[in-house]
């Protein structure tokens, strides 16, 4: 597992905590659900960032990919005309 699963893991275990906590805590209503839409929001954007680092990733590595399958292609073309020449 990378870190960006390791950091997702890690804010959806303290929104959990959180939102426990406020649920026993006494505090006013109004207060407890505008703490928990404030850490719902943080959480999304965790999520939402994780997400776009990932298809970063993907994006490299499929260039990285591609320009190997390329590159390949043209030695095996290369090789295939020495042998036939």
């Given amino acids: 597992m990378d870190n960006s699963g390791k950091l997702l893991w890690f804010f959806a275990g303290a929104t959990l905590g959180a939102a426990v906590a406020?649920?026993?805590?006494?505090?006013?209503?109004?207060h407890a659900r505008r703490f928990l839409g404030k850490k719902a929001r943080q959480g999304r954007e965790?999520?939402?960032?994780?997400?776009?680092?990932a298809i970063?990733?993907?994006?490299?590595?499929y260039e990285k990919g591609r320009k190997m399958a390329d590159d390949a292609a043209d030695?095996?073309?290369?090789?295939?005309r020495l042998v036939e020449g």
Avoid: I
């Fill in 22 to 30: 406020l649920l026993y805590a006494p505090t006013s209503g109004k």
């Fill in 46 to 53: 965790a999520v939402s960032d994780v997400g776009r680092d």
């Fill in 56 to 61: 970063d990733k993907g994006r490299v590595l």
């Fill in 75 to 80: 030695l095996f073309e290369r090789g295939r």
